[in-house]
C-alpha cells in the first residue's frame, strides 16, 4: 500500500535538544496530521495543518504544510525523555483515507 | 469518557480460520475506520464505516469485510487468514465533518497467525 516517504527513519538524541523531522509525498494533500505512537498503543494526534504553508505549534511542537502541499516537517524543541516513541506523519487528499508515512523513531537519552 | 475500544487486545489464530475484531468508537462519534498495522511500518487504510455502510475502501481483498451497528459500534472480519496478516489492527473513530482532533485511536488489537 501507498506510504509517505518520512526521514531520519530513527534518530538518538540527548535530552535538550532539538529535533526535526519531514515527511513527503509524490502527491498533493489538502490535510497533514503528524502522530506520536508508544508501545502497545494507538496513534495519538500531536498537530493538524489544514493549509499550505500554515505553522502550526502545540508547546514545543511546531510543524509546518508544505507549499507546494507535498510535504510537512515537524519540529521538537528541547527534548524530554516522554518524547521517546514513533512519530508518524499522514496526509489527507480529497478523501478520508489517511495516508501514513514510514515512521520515525526517536530515541532521547538523559 | 471513554475513548475508542478495541477486543481483544491479543489474539492467535491458525491460518486459513476466520478471525472477527471489535470496535467501540468515543462516545458521540459516528464514523468508523479501521487500519492495518505491519511491525515497523505505518498504519494502512483498510475501510471506513457510516451509517452501518461502507465509505470508502483501501486496498484490502475481499477477505477483509466489516460491518457497523446501529449504536456506531463495528467489527472487522477476516477469512482464510494468512501468515501477512498478522499485524496490529486498529480502530480510529470520528465525526463525518472531519474534525480530525477528534479522530481517536484504538490501542489495537494484535493478531498473530500461525
Known amino acids: 500500500g501507498q506510504q509517505l516517504n518520512q526521514s531520519p527513519q530513527s534518530m538518538f538524541i540527548q535530552e535538550g535538544e532539538d529535533v526535526s523531522m519531514n515527511c513527503t509525498s509524490s502527491?498533493?494533500?489538502?490535510?497533514w496530521l503528524w502522530y506520536k505512537q508508544d508501545p502497545g498503543e494507538g496513534p495519538v494526534l500531536l498537530i493538524a495543518?489544514?493549509?499550505?504553508?500554515e505553522l502550526t505549534s502545540n508547546g514545543r511542537l511546531t510543524a509546518q504544510f508544505g507549499i507546494t502541499r507535498k510535504d510537512s516537517f515537524l519540529n521538537i524543541s528541547a527534548s524530554i525523555p516522554s518524547d521517546v516513541g514513533i512519530y508518524f506523519c499522514?496526509?489527507?487528499?480529497?478523501?478520508?483515507?489517511?495516508?501514513f508515512g514510514t515512521g520515525t523513531r526517536l530515541q532521547v537519552f538523559p | 469518557d471513554a475513548g475508542v475500544t478495541q477486543s481483544p487486545t491479543h489474539l492467535i489464530k491458525t491460518r486459513g480460520q476466520q478471525v472477527t475484531l471489535r470496535c467501540s468508537p468515543k462516545?458521540?462519534?459516528?464514523?468508523v475506520s479501521w487500519y492495518q498495522q505491519a511491525l515497523g511500518q505505518g498504519p494502512q487504510f483498510i475501510f471506513q464505516?457510516?451509517?452501518?455502510?461502507?465509505?470508502q475502501r483501501g486496498n484490502f481483498p475481499d477477505r477483509f469485510s466489516g460491518h457497523q451497528f446501529p449504536n456506531y459500534s463495528s467489527e472487522l472480519n477476516v477469512n482464510a487468514l494468512l501468515l501477512g496478516d498478522s499485524a496490529l489492527y486498529l480502530c480510529?473513530?470520528?465525526?463525518?465533518?472531519?474534525?480530525?482532533?477528534?479522530?481517536?485511536f484504538g490501542s489495537g488489537t494484535r493478531l498473530t497467525v500461525v
Open positions: 480510529a473513530s470520528s465525526f463525518l465533518d472531519r474534525d480530525y482532533y477528534g479522530y481517536t
Open positions: 502527491s498533493i494533500f489538502n490535510t
Open positions: 495543518l489544514y493549509k499550505a504553508g
Open positions: 499522514a496526509g489527507l487528499g480529497n478523501t478520508d483515507k489517511l495516508i
Open positions: 462516545s458521540g462519534h459516528d464514523t
Open positions: 464505516y457510516y451509517e452501518e455502510e461502507e465509505r
